[in-house]
Structures are given as structure tokens and as C-alpha cells.
């Protein structure tokens, strides 16, 4: 007898039981009896939706009847019935899955037919999944290029191209499309020539959402688009374009790359600080020995900011040899020794300053510039470091390091992907009277401001991962506040074409780099006063 018998007529909890029951054992026997609870619902929800978990459980284990009931003309069941072949991977529900794509015109149930058959898999359906690549759904369309990703469909690249290529043109480049970015993602799955070749030229798309998918995609593939990446870091490349793909390189952190930027350093394929500073950043990313003495070259760079950022890479990378070049350096005297001495504690490097610490007159020199700045947070890494030393002498230098309200005077908020940027902008703001708050990308930073930060002024990148700087505005001007605290948007000096772009999106302002510590202050100035 079925368990299902007379089963309107009990109490509700034996009902509740029953359901339970069956959608635990499965068993195909009560399968009639629950597709007439299916079709005739009891109108009590709690019951009604225990037949469906009774329902789905039975079918589970019935493959033959899910794929018999794809045929049933209750639109529900027929649903249901689609939604399980595809939870459980049916692959004898394709035929029917196929026809029934081919034979809707219905937006909604071709979208759960190709759910169902993505989720199965294989290539059976991938016709389908060509031919609606031009659907008038978006999501139906982001589907079939997700998919096409997945079985890496070499057939379908051009149709992908036509998605990134149709977004970067006058009138459709201010908004990233959700087809564009599956697409970049798709082109990277494929990862033919062909496809990676497309994806590595829209390094600079002119979206900025574009061009940080594109990052990711092409970070994530790791050392196979370091070949790619390579074409660009040349001497006939744009500039913004080498920025991007040294970036790149540095996020993959593979040692091919670490040849193409030392490469790029020996034969000095370009004099743009800017360009230059990505270069010597990427290799601190890098990390490894075989950089060290392309990192120290850079030190002779004049300019402070590449002297930073070399510092935080040669920072983990500290040894003897690298200990006796900067006291070299340091000795030599004039500006260069003081430059070096400041990107020391600029970038917290505190490994270098434990190395020059017991060197004289350096460590003396290297522990005043310690005392002088007015950020708590340098004072923090180097006081633990002293802890770390240890004896008279770092004790009486701890004595020196004032323990310093953090949560009073102006509030700024810096944004930035690299480690020696935040590290300069600490430096500037807490110059400049601010107390900093640093964030490594725009969701980093928005996460400070749900959780209450406030802000007298924000100064962020163009292009960073994981969140961009426009869409961070874009964010803040919709949120309670922040509609006009001043932000202020680093660029490269080729990227002036965006700034119509960044300027809809809310942004007050531009500073170009390379940039002095006097040139932020003013313009900071300029709209907090």
C-alpha cells in the first residue's frame, strides 16, 4: 500500500512526516500518487512545498521518468523536471533538452534548458550555445558565452571578439557590458594565440571595468601569458600600455616575466618615470634573488618614488650584499644617501633598517628619520623591530618614538594597488596633517566606508584590481555622505581621453604621476581647506 494513501484526510504534522519520509528513501513506487499532489495542491504552502522536496527526491533517483516528464504539458512540472536533469546531470535528457531549446520561443524556459544542459555538460549542446550568442537576452546570451568559455570553442572567438570590440567604440565604451566582460573571460579560457593575442591588446580598453577584467583574466592564466605580455614591453610600445602589462607580470610573479622586466631595465626601453616605476614595482612583486641587482640599479633612478618602491621589493629580499651596496650608497653622501635613507622608512622596510641599524652614523642617521615622521603606523613597524633588536641603545630609540593619537585631525582615504604607493601617500598625507587610511582596491576602500569611515578627502587610482577607481566613485556618489567629499584620481599623463569618463562618475580632480609630495599637498589644497 502506498504511504500516500488517503493522505488529504491526515493531520498536518502526519503529513509533514510522509513527504519527509519518501524524499529521504526515494522511492519510485509513490511517484504516481506525488504527481497527482503535484498537479492538485492541498493550497497549504508548508505541505505543498514538502510534495516538491518529496517530488524532487523521488525523480533524483529516477532518471528514466525525470526525462519522460520533460514532455508534460504542466508548465510546472515541466520546469521542475528540467531543473533536476540538470542538478543530477541526466545526459539521456539532452535530446529532449535540445528540442525543446529549438522549438521555444519563450525567453524563460530557454534560459532554464540551457542552465540544465550547461550543468550536464559536454559538447553535445554547444550549436546551441553558438547560435544564441546574438539573443536579444542578456542573460541568455551570458550563458552561451560562459559555455563556450568552458568547452573552449575556437569557433566562436571571432563572435567573442565582436563583444569587447562593439563595447570600446564612441558611445558604448563608458559602461562595462556583462557580454563583454564574460567574453574577455571566455577568450581566456579558449587560450589559443589567437585568443590570448585579443585579449593582451585590450590591456587598455578604453572602459576601465574592461580593462581591469582583462587584468584578472590574463593574472589568473599565470605564466602561459607571460609570452603575450611580453610583446608589449617594448621600446615602439605606448606607455600606458606597458604600464598595464608590467603590472601584469609583476601580479603573476613568474621568473620568464622577471626576465622580460630586467630585460626592459638593461636595455632601458623607456625614460617615462612612470613606466619606470611599474617596472622596478612588478619586480618587487616578483620577489626573487636573480632581481636583486636590477632592483639596487634602480636606486641611482632620481626619482623618489621608484626609489620607494624599490625599497619595499629588496625589503624581503635583504642579504649581506645587498646590505653593503646601500651603505655604499648611503656613504657617498649629497641627496642620493638621504633619498635612500627616507624610502627606508617611507616603506617600512624594517628588515633593511635592522641590517644598517648597528651601522654608525647610518643607523643614527636612519633612526632621526624614524623619529621625524608623523605617521603612528611607521613608528609602530619600527618600534616592534627595535623590540626585536633589542638592548640598551634600541631601547633608549623606542623611548624617542612618541605613541600617537590616531583617531583626531582630518581623515583622508588612498587608494592604490601598489605597496610603495600607499607607503607615499602615508608619508604625504600624515606630512600634510591627515590621518590615513589605505586600501589596496576600490573594494577595500568601500569597505571602510560601510563600516562607518569618514573622509575629508579621497584620493584614489584609475586602474587597480578586484574594483577599479571609477567604479569606487561611482559607488561613493550614491552613498549617504559622500556625495561631495572631494576625490581626487591618479593617472598617467596618456590617460587624459578617461577623465571625461571619470568626471560623470564623480571624480573632482586629476593629479598626474609622477607627482612631488608638494604638488598632492596643493591640490589637496585646492578643495579642503
Request: hydrophobic share 45%.
Given at each position: 500500500?502506498?504511504?500516500?494513501?488517503?493522505?488529504?484526510?491526515?493531520?498536518?504534522?502526519?503529513?509533514?512526516?510522509?513527504?519527509?519520509?519518501?524524499?529521504?528513501?526515494?522511492?519510485?513506487?509513490?511517484?504516481?500518487?506525488?504527481?497527482?499532489?503535484?498537479?492538485?495542491?492541498?493550497?497549504?504552502?508548508?505541505?505543498?512545498?514538502?510534495?516538491?522536496?518529496?517530488?524532487?527526491?523521488?525523480?533524483?533517483?529516477?532518471?528514466?521518468?525525470?526525462?519522460?516528464?520533460?514532455?508534460?504539458?504542466?508548465?510546472?512540472?515541466?520546469?521542475?523536471?528540467?531543473?533536476?536533469?540538470?542538478?543530477?546531470?541526466?545526459?539521456?535528457?539532452?535530446?529532449?533538452?535540445?528540442?525543446?531549446?529549438?522549438?521555444?520561443?519563450?525567453?524563460d524556459l530557454l534560459f532554464e534548458v540551457l542552465t540544465s544542459l550547461s550543468k550536464i555538460g559536454g559538447s553535445e549542446a554547444l550549436a546551441l550555445y553558438r547560435a544564441n550568442l546574438n539573443n536579444k537576452d542578456d542573460l541568455v546570451v551570458v550563458m552561451c558565452i560562459e559555455m563556450i568559455g568552458e568547452l573552449k570553442d575556437e569557433d566562436s572567438i571571432d563572435a567573442l571578439k565582436e563583444f569587447v570590440i562593439r563595447n570600446n567604440a564612441d558611445g558604448h565604451y563608458e559602461v562595462c557590458d556583462l557580454t563583454t566582460w564574460k567574453a574577455v573571460e571566455a577568450l581566456s579560457a579558449i587560450g589559443s594565440e589567437d585568443a590570448l593575442q585579443f585579449v593582451v591588446d585590450n590591456l587598455h580598453h578604453r572602459n576601465p571595468?574592461?580593462?581591469?577584467?582583462?587584468?584578472?583574466?590574463?593574472?589568473?592564466?599565470?605564466?602561459?601569458?607571460?609570452?603575450?605580455?611580453?610583446?608589449?614591453?617594448?621600446?615602439?610600445?605606448?606607455?600606458?600600455?606597458?604600464?598595464?602589462?608590467?603590472?601584469?607580470?609583476?601580479?603573476?610573479?613568474?621568473?620568464?616575466?622577471?626576465?622580460?622586466?630586467?630585460?626592459?631595465?638593461?636595455?632601458?626601453?623607456?625614460?617615462?618615470?612612470?613606466?619606470?616605476?611599474?617596472?622596478?614595482?612588478?619586480?618587487?612583486?616578483?620577489?626573487?634573488?636573480?632581481?636583486?641587482?636590477?632592483?639596487?640599479?634602480?636606486?641611482?633612478?632620481?626619482?623618489?618614488?621608484?626609489?620607494?618602491?624599490?625599497?619595499?621589493?629588496?625589503?624581503?629580499?635583504?642579504?649581506?650584499?645587498?646590505?653593503?651596496?646601500?651603505?655604499?650608497?648611503?656613504?657617498?653622501?649629497?641627496?642620493?644617501?638621504?633619498?635612500?635613507?627616507?624610502?627606508?622608512?617611507?616603506?617600512?622596510?624594517?628588515?633593511?633598517?635592522?641590517?644598517?641599524?648597528?651601522?654608525?652614523?647610518?643607523?643614527?642617521?636612519?633612526?632621526?628619520?624614524?623619529?621625524?615622521?608623523?605617521?603612528?603606523?611607521?613608528?609602530?613597524?619600527?618600534?616592534?623591530?627595535?623590540?626585536?633588536?633589542?638592548?640598551?641603545?634600541?631601547?633608549?630609540?623606542?623611548?624617542?618614538?612618541?605613541?600617537?593619537?590616531?583617531?583626531?585631525?582630518?581623515?583622508?582615504?588612498?587608494?592604490?594597488?601598489?605597496?610603495?604607493?600607499?607607503?607615499?601617500?602615508?608619508?604625504?598625507?600624515?606630512?600634510?596633517?591627515?590621518?590615513?587610511?589605505?586600501?589596496?582596491?576600490?573594494?577595500?576602500?568601500?569597505?571602510?566606508?560601510?563600516?562607518?569611515?569618514?573622509?575629508?578627502?579621497?584620493?584614489?587610482?584609475?586602474?587597480?584590481?578586484?574594483?577599479?577607481?571609477?567604479?569606487?566613485?561611482?559607488?561613493?556618489?550614491?552613498?549617504?555622505?559622500?556625495?561631495?567629499?572631494?576625490?581626487?584620481?591618479?593617472?598617467?599623463?596618456?590617460?587624459?581621453?578617461?577623465?571625461?569618463?571619470?568626471?560623470?562618475?564623480?571624480?573632482?580632480?586629476?593629479?598626474?604621476?609622477?607627482?612631488?609630495?608638494?604638488?598632492?599637498?596643493?591640490?589637496?589644497?585646492?578643495?579642503?581647506?
Amino acid at each position: 500500500m502506498s504511504m500516500l494513501t488517503g493522505f488529504r484526510e491526515k493531520s498536518f504534522l502526519d503529513k509533514i512526516s510522509i513527504l519527509n519520509e519518501i524524499a529521504m528513501g526515494k522511492d519510485a513506487a509513490e511517484l504516481e500518487e506525488l504527481l497527482e499532489l503535484f498537479r492538485t495542491p492541498l493550497d497549504d504552502t508548508s505541505v505543498d512545498y514538502m510534495v516538491v522536496t518529496a517530488l524532487n527526491g523521488v525523480l533524483s533517483a529516477d532518471e528514466a521518468s525525470s526525462v519522460k516528464l520533460l514532455e508534460s504539458e504542466d508548465e510546472k512540472l515541466k520546469i521542475l523536471c528540467i531543473r533536476i536533469c540538470g542538478e543530477f546531470r541526466f545526459k539521456s535528457a539532452v535530446p529532449a533538452l535540445l528540442k525543446m531549446a529549438d522549438e521555444t520561443s519563450e525567453t524563460d524556459l530557454l534560459f532554464e534548458v540551457l542552465t540544465s544542459l550547461s550543468k550536464i555538460g559536454g559538447s553535445e549542446a554547444l550549436a546551441l550555445y553558438r547560435a544564441n550568442l546574438n539573443n536579444k537576452d542578456d542573460l541568455v546570451v551570458v550563458m552561451c558565452i560562459e559555455m563556450i568559455g568552458e568547452l573552449k570553442d575556437e569557433d566562436s572567438i571571432d563572435a567573442l571578439k565582436e563583444f569587447v570590440i562593439r563595447n570600446n567604440a564612441d558611445g558604448h565604451y563608458e559602461v562595462c557590458d556583462l557580454t563583454t566582460w564574460k567574453a574577455v573571460e571566455a577568450l581566456s579560457a579558449i587560450g589559443s594565440e589567437d585568443a590570448l593575442q585579443f585579449v593582451v591588446d585590450n590591456l587598455h580598453h578604453r572602459n576601465p571595468t574592461v580593462r581591469r577584467v582583462v587584468t584578472d583574466s590574463l593574472t589568473s592564466l599565470g605564466p602561459v601569458a607571460v609570452p603575450f605580455l611580453k610583446k608589449i614591453i617594448t621600446p615602439e610600445a605606448e606607455k600606458d600600455d606597458m604600464i598595464l602589462a608590467a603590472n601584469v607580470l609583476g601580479f603573476i610573479g613568474d621568473k620568464d616575466g622577471l626576465d622580460v622586466l630586467m630585460d626592459a631595465v638593461e636595455k632601458g626601453y623607456s625614460d617615462d618615470s612612470s613606466v619606470r616605476y611599474a617596472i622596478y614595482e612588478a619586480m618587487g612583486r616578483i620577489g626573487t634573488m636573480k632581481g636583486v641587482i636590477s632592483l639596487i640599479d634602480g636606486l641611482e633612478d632620481g626619482d623618489e618614488l621608484i626609489t620607494v618602491a624599490v625599497m619595499t621589493g629588496l625589503d624581503s629580499l635583504v642579504n649581506a650584499g645587498v646590505l653593503k651596496k646601500l651603505i655604499e650608497m648611503i656613504n657617498s653622501g649629497g641627496s642620493k644617501g638621504g633619498k635612500i635613507l627616507r624610502a627606508i622608512v617611507t616603506a617600512r622596510a624594517v628588515n633593511i633598517f635592522a641590517g644598517l641599524y648597528g651601522e654608525g652614523k647610518i643607523g643614527r642617521f636612519l633612526m632621526n628619520a624614524v623619529a621625524a615622521s608623523k605617521d603612528h603606523v611607521v613608528h609602530d613597524a619600527f618600534r616592534d623591530k627595535l623590540r626585536e633588536i633589542g638592548g640598551e641603545e634600541a631601547e633608549a630609540d623606542i623611548a624617542r618614538l612618541p605613541v600617537m593619537d590616531s583617531g583626531t585631525g582630518r581623515r583622508a582615504l588612498a587608494v592604490d594597488d601598489s605597496k610603495s604607493m600607499l607607503a607615499l601617500y602615508r608619508s604625504i598625507l600624515t606630512g600634510a596633517g591627515y590621518e590615513p587610511t589605505v586600501a589596496e582596491n576600490g573594494q577595500d576602500a568601500y569597505t571602510h566606508v560601510e563600516n562607518g569611515a569618514v573622509f575629508d578627502v579621497i584620493i584614489t587610482d584609475m586602474n587597480m584590481p578586484v574594483m577599479d577607481g571609477m567604479e569606487l566613485v561611482s559607488k561613493l556618489r550614491q552613498t549617504d555622505g559622500f556625495q561631495s567629499v572631494p576625490v581626487i584620481m591618479v593617472t598617467t599623463e596618456s590617460e587624459y581621453s578617461q577623465q571625461d569618463l571619470a568626471r560623470k562618475t564623480g571624480v573632482n580632480d586629476f593629479i598626474t604621476k609622477p607627482f612631488t609630495a608638494d604638488q598632492l599637498k596643493g591640490k589637496i589644497a585646492e578643495y579642503v581647506k
